[in-house]
């Protein structure tokens, strides 16, 4: 861990947390994928969410690290477990885990996994050699400002970001036209 | 060990930010032990008194005087009640699932600010991580109601998600423009941190519920029924709605587990609360602190703890004087009068301590500031002040939670989601965007 950053307090977040996050991770994300109930999936994704979020903290990203508890976690997992429990599980968990699409998915992740290996023996030289002055007191600024500009002034992101809300916004009535047929 | 338990003490920082972890430890400790007595035996006590006066009941009164051990009577008998797995329950799931709740409802309590430094940490994105984690408790309704593989519990967890999910998106905008107010500083920018929102009130020299008004007052209206809703609380208990779903989710329920779900939810209810309080009613502050300040108007106001300890001491006393002269009721009569004398100990050392606090506030101004015990007193003196004053306010929360479930019949589920989404939202909505238009204009 760089100790440039960890000026003031003395810092909590050891190695140690990103082993236990990291590992908490992986393990359940592969439980996501192993488990035959959905139910357990989701659980299990609900605890790869939160290990994330813990990750993002440890990066002194505390705004993001919110963020992810109170959509992902918080809102969109539970609308998950609430389509899941209306489905016949009984029936879902008898039925064959693995398509006929299995080498395509094979194929991608071997692609994912030479990537991550290329990113590892390149190491430094992929990344900047300092990480970006956010201090964790102004972090949540930071992104406000990077978002929606200073004061008079239009951000770097700001029309991207207003782009991807009118995105949003277009998926959002597509789904209300889709279940109304009579508006 | 013993050194970084000394360098703490006069800090102005919360434990966590101070870096000092023995402290962290000792609040969360502290805070867990409070809640947990308070919840187990203040609030059920008074809840099932206050019910039992509002429908003309006398409520308990054989366990202990006016029935003040009846929760712990309670307590030990779930403690020793068989604990039942329904043998068709997913059993991990099962055990599982109140814990989601009780851990999501403690979690919230380590950004709630008691007082500037009476917390356990001061985190820049507070407010966020408090609705965040508030909003994993559903989480722990929802698995329960499936775990059960039962009708009724299943019906309950599906009521409790959509109604969670509806009424969060209010809550949200409601506390957005509470934040948006806080932009409003000297400094200019606004804040997450709970702490900050209440310091962003006294430099304002203004609760938010006033602020702008009545756009701050509609806001906390907005966020004091949602709050009601996300806690699953009559008149929005739809999830146990006992005539139609027997208990809802927590039907299958028994025991030690059916009580950490008890706990879990009015642990939750003093958490949004909490929120209530630090967003709109000023926190730890005083009434009036900037109007009314100086020794005299410090040292009336640091009276009142001591004070409400007398008043409950007298009821205490009174209650002993009123006791049936029986020789079946001797036990109890000296038990409550016990009870009354530890009371009025209890405001001695308040109203001793507020007074200490006004000779050293009197001793600053005069010489040189005051050393040993003085300051302790002073910095005890305050200390008891903010978090009195602020649990005075999540008090007043909790009593009206109560009056609430006596006073009001229970919604039917689809006018339920009409109030949430057609009227909560828009009107939440509204308010936001005129807090916005009028804080451009006024800045």
């Known amino acids: 861990m760089n100790p440039a950053i960890n000026v003031g307090a003395a810092p909590v977040a050891t190695p140690w947390f990103f082993y236990g996050l990291a590992a908490a991770a992986v393990i359940s994300g592969l439980l996501v994928i192993t488990r035959r109930n959905a139910v357990h999936s989701a659980l299990a994704l609900i605890v790869t969410l939160l290990s994330v979020a813990g990750l993002y903290l440890m990066l002194y990203a505390p705004f993001v690290a919110g963020v992810q508890i109170i959509v992902y976690a918080g809102g969109i997992m539970v609308l998950f477990l609430f389509v899941i429990m209306l489905v016949n599980i009984e029936r879902v968990s008898k039925e064959r885990q693995f398509n006929r699409i299995w080498p395509i998915g094979l194929l991608a992740s071997c692609a994912l996994l030479a990537l991550f290996l290329s990113a590892f023996k390149k190491g430094k030289s992929l990344f900047p050699d300092r990480i970006i002055p956010l201090p964790e007191a102004t972090n949540t600024q930071g992104i406000a400002a990077m978002l929606y500009g200073e004061a008079g002034k239009m951000g770097q992101y700001t029309f991207t970001f207003e782009i991807a809300s009118l995105l949003l916004l277009v998926a959002i009535l597509g789904a209300v036209i889709m279940t109304k047929k009579k508006i | ?443």
Not at chain 2, 246 to 257: I, K, V
């Open chain 2, 1 to 443: 060990m013993i050194d970084s338990f000394l360098s703490y003490l006069g800090s102005t920082v919360p434990p966590a930010n101070a870096g000092n972890q023995l402290w962290v430890l000792i609040y969360v400790l502290i805070i867990f032990a409070a809640v947990s007595l308070t919840v187990m035996w203040l609030i059920n006590w008074v809840e099932r008194k206050a019910l039992a006066h509002f429908q003309v009941r006398l409520g308990p009164m054989r366990v202990g005087p006016h029935g003040l051990l009846q929760p712990f009577a309670d307590a030990l008998k779930l403690m020793l009640k068989e604990d039942i797995i329904p043998d068709q329950a997913d059993k991990a799931v099962f055990w599982f699932a109140p814990v989601i709740g009780l851990l999501a409802a403690f979690t919230v309590y380590i950004v709630i600010p008691f007082g500037p430094s009476q917390a356990v940490s001061d985190m820049n994105i507070g407010i966020l991580f408090m609705l965040g984690v508030s909003s994993l408790g559903v989480l722990g309704i929802v698995t329960a109601g499936w775990a059960s593989n039962s009708h009724y519990p299943l019906m309950g967890a599906l009521r409790s998600s959509a109604q969670m999910v509806s009424y969060e998106v209010a809550m949200g905008l409601a506390v957005v423009s509470a934040i948006l107010m806080t932009s409003l500083n000297p400094s200019g920018t606004g804040t997450l941190s709970m702490i900050g929102i209440v310091e962003a009130q006294q430099q304002q020299g203004i609760w938010f519920l006033f602020k702008f008004f009545p756009l701050g007052l509609i806001a906390f209206v907005i966020f004091a029924i949602a709050m009601v809703a996300e806690t699953n609380r009559a008149p929005f208990d739809l999830p146990e709605a006992e005539s139609e779903l027997t208990a809802g989710f927590h039907t299958e329920y028994s025991g030690l587990r059916w009580s950490l779900f008890m706990l879990a939810e009015y642990a939750a209810m003093m958490a949004v609360s909490s929120i209530a309080v630090t967003m709109w009613l000023g926190g730890w502050l005083r009434p009036f602190p900037n109007l009314m300040h100086g020794p005299t108007w410090d040292f009336i106001f640091s009276l009142f703890p001591g004070l409400s300890f007398v008043a409950f001491a007298a009821f205490a006393f009174i209650g002993t004087v009123r006791m049936p002269k029986h020789s079946y009721f001797k036990i109890q009569t000296v038990g409550l009068g016990i009870f009354g004398l530890v009371l009025a100990f209890i405001a001695l050392i308040l109203l001793v301590i507020s007074i200490g606090g006004y000779v050293a506030q009197a001793h600053a101004t005069t010489g040189p500031s005051p050393t040993g015990l003085l300051k302790a007193l002073a910095t005890f003196n305050e200390g008891i002040g903010y978090v009195y004053w602020f649990l005075l306010k999540v008090t007043i929360f909790m009593y009206l939670f109560i009056w609430y479930r006596a006073t009001w019949p229970r919604y039917r589920f689809d006018q339920l989601m009409k109030i949430g989404w057609k009227v909560m939202l828009p009107v939440s909505l509204g308010a936001l965007i005129a807090t916005a238009i009028v804080g451009v204009i006024v800045k």
